[in-house]
């Protein structure tokens, strides 16, 4: 089976502070993560990935995201944070080897940055 | 723009009444999904289409069909509509159904 928590429902950090937004997953095999964010009032849009290789992964926006195989973490970084990274992101989780095809999304963890 | 276009984009319906949610890509993209965002719960997956030919239960499939018109197009409807299925709707397609996802602009439905 595959899940994965989010488990701040939001996070606030003020314009210019570094930001994390954690994500925990659980799988049988090897994890494929995905992060995604949604602004106001549209759908969702794709971050970044991991698959295998780098711990460190970079994507869109300036954000990059650390995979931890042993804390079971993927956690979302962002050295400097802009008043227009404030939206919901989610995490996702599939099981490579094991379990199904399709990635299970997280709750979302909704981000404010505040000016 | 190339993407994932829903139609309508607001929706109000009656407890009882019948619609059906539009979606189509231009990515050709081989599989298609259908979710659902609610507060507190995330994004919860109604159905999905492997590949034009298939469709599959998702996690929360009751009350809902679907159909993959095409290749293009995957069509949700609801046949009675009711007050729980008050949610914003999201289409989203990918190459295969472990890859990134592009997902549409949501339609809003509200069932009265």
């Known amino acids: 089976a595959q899940s994965v928590a989010q488990p701040e429902d939001q996070v606030n950090v003020a314009e210019g502070n570094p930001l994390t937004v954690k994500c925990t997953y659980s799988v049988s095999g090897n994890p494929y993560l995905f992060w995604y964010v949604q602004y106001p009032n549209r759908g969702l849009q794709f971050l970044l990935k991991y698959i295998t290789g780098d711990n460190l992964v970079k994507g869109s926006y300036g954000f990059e995201a650390e995979f931890n195989k042993s804390q079971t973490s993927f956690h979302l970084k962002k050295p400097s944070a802009l008043v227009s990274d404030s939206a919901l992101y989610f995490c996702a989780v599939r099981d490579i080897t094991g379990g199904s095809y399709i990635p299970t999304f997280g709750r979302g963890t909704s981000l404010i940055v505040h000016p | 723009n190339a993407g994932v276009t829903q139609t309508p984009k607001f929706q109000v319906l009656k407890t009882g009444q019948s619609m059906t949610l539009q979606c189509a890509q231009d990515?050709?993209?081989?599989?298609m999904y259908w979710y659902r965002q609610d507060p507190g719960m995330g994004l919860r997956l109604i159905y999905y289409?492997?590949?034009?030919?298939?469709?599959d239960k998702g996690e929360v499939p009751n009350g809902y069909n679907v159909s993959r018109l095409n290749k293009r197009e995957f069509s949700l409807r609801l046949e009675s509509a009711a007050p729980s299925q008050t949610s914003v709707y999201f289409c989203?397609?990918?190459?295969?159904?472990?890859?990134?996802?592009?997902f549409g602009q949501g339609t809003r439905l509200t069932v009265v």
């Open positions: 989203a397609s990918s190459e295969a159904p472990d890859r990134v996802r592009i």
């Open positions: 289409s492997a590949s034009e030919g298939t469709t």
């Open positions: 990515m050709n993209h081989n599989s």
